[in-house]
């Protein structure tokens, strides 16, 4: 058996694989003679008719079968002689030869990459400092109540914080346009949940009464047939209604679970959940930062197969999370909208792997424990969710591989600069919201 291999663009390569006559010949003999055994003919007994006959009218068949097998046989016996390492399956193109040339293919595949790790140099990671204050506690209870508001009608002007149900209809040059209107919306009022100036519209208004609004949606609507379109809102007021809050009692809080320890230990267990969110958002920041900076210091190509397997199954999982929610999962996502992150995703992963092996960094079987323990402890029966975890190879793989990926975050931190900073806990946990508030500021 003779190889080449030639590269092609990228990490694509053509091997080529030449089987002798001889090797071929005899694997087609002896095909024939299976056929002979088993073929009926007219005018033969089962199993008596002549090979010379056999090879005549099946000489054609008798090969294509060989050339699949040679080719499954010989492409593994090939890439280990070449020492080439495959990612997906090969592209197959068969070369004319004559019957007495032997056989001859060539195989388009692409190979995994060799990755070499760089030094992370000058690489800084920012770890936020943060703890639960008092008042960010406050502020939690305080959404939680809110969350549980009612709402009372009032016989007086809407209010900032009151509730308006109305009935509206929008037009632009004088046109109703679709998705501008509806019956019986409840608005509360300074939420924002409209278009500039909707909801500034109806402060002192009445039920009964109706308001015509003149206002521009804005340039960046996500409806770009309405983007900075001037328009107007038809606005009838049904009723106004004002808010009450929960007072923070036995009743409140047993809605939590809380049915021992009374307030104060509703505030405890709020305070507890507030600062393992806390120090779980700390690790995914720094996570995050860490694997950015494997990625940026060790550029490398990957495979496209890699990545079209990986963007395929974050489709999938995509469309069993809608169904899960209730929504349509049927619908046709486009695979490109996934590949950049399975793109990512694939580096990631070899990056790792190799980070993995020159390192010598062993799976930390206690971690893993304490990872299982602390999830359990959400349940009301801990060691039943434990035993499951140690019972299914599968569900816990996924906690060992999340153990190993926070094993080579540690290592980067060894290697890279630690740069501690002063953070709020909303700052942490709502960095958007953060950013939002200082683009505002800023305009």
Do not use: C
């Not at 809110?146 to 002007?157: A, G, H, I, P």
């Not at 019956?183 to 109806?202: A, D, R």
């Not at 424990?369 to 434990?386: G, L, T, W």
């Amino acid at each position: 058996m003779q190889v080449s291999v030639e590269s092609s663009e990228g990490l694509e390569r053509r091997m080529t694989v030449e089987l002798p006559a001889e090797k071929v010949n005899e694997a087609v003999e002896k095909k024939l003679k299976e056929i002979a055994r088993t073929i009926r003919m007219d005018g033969f007994r089962p199993g008596k008719v002549p090979l010379s006959v056999v090879r005549k009218r099946f000489s054609n068949d008798a090969r294509q079968e060989v050339f699949g097998d040679l080719v499954q046989s010989s492409y593994f016996e090939a890439l280990t002689q070449e020492k080439l390492s495959p990612a997906g399956e090969p592209s197959i193109e068969p070369v004319d030869k004559a019957a007495d040339e032997g056989m001859a293919y060539v195989a388009v595949f692409e190979v995994m990459p060799e990755v070499e790790l760089n030094p992370l140099g000058d690489v800084t990671v920012k770890r936020p400092l943060a703890e639960v204050t008092d008042k960010d506690l406050e502020e939690m209870v305080e959404k939680l109540r809110k969350q549980r508001t009612t709402w009372s009608e009032v016989e007086r002007e809407a209010q900032d914080g009151d509730q308006v149900t109305i009935n509206f209809k929008g037009f632009i040059d004088g046109e109703a346009f679709e998705g501008g209107s509806a019956e019986g919306v409840p608005l509360e009022l300074g939420t924002k949940g409209m278009i500039e100036g909707f909801e500034e519209g109806l402060l002192g208004a009445r039920a009964g009464e109706n308001r015509t609004l003149e206002l521009t949606f804005p340039e960046e609507y996500h409806a770009d047939h309405l983007a900075g379109k001037p328009a107007t809102f038809e606005v009838e007021v049904i009723k106004v209604s004002e808010a009450t809050l929960p007072e923070v009692n036995d009743e409140f809080i047993k809605a939590f679970g809380v049915t021992e320890g009374g307030v104060e230990e509703f505030y405890k267990e709020i305070r507890a959940n507030m600062s393992r969110e806390l120090e779980e958002k700390i690790r995914g920041v720094v996570k995050e930062q860490a694997m950015d900076a494997l990625l940026e210091v060790n550029p490398i190509e990957v495979p496209k197969a890699l990545v079209r397997s990986e963007a395929q199954a974050l489709m999938q999982q995509t469309k069993a999370n809608m169904a899960q929610n209730g929504q349509q999962s049927g619908i046709d996502l486009p695979l490109e909208l996934f590949e950049e992150q399975a793109e990512k995703r694939v580096k990631l992963g070899l990056i790792i792997a190799e980070v993995l092996s020159s390192a010598n960094i062993e799976l930390d079987e206690e971690r893993v424990r304490q990872k299982v323990e602390a999830f359990a402890q959400s349940y009301e029966e801990p060691q039943q969710v434990i035993d499951y975890y140690y019972s299914n190879k599968e569900q816990l793989a996924g906690i060992q591989n999340l153990v190993l990926e926070e094993q080579v975050v540690d290592w980067v931190l060894d290697q890279v600069k630690v740069e501690d900073t002063e953070s709020g806990f909303e700052d942490v946990m709502n960095p958007a919201a953060k950013e939002a508030d200082t683009e505002q500021a800023s305009d």
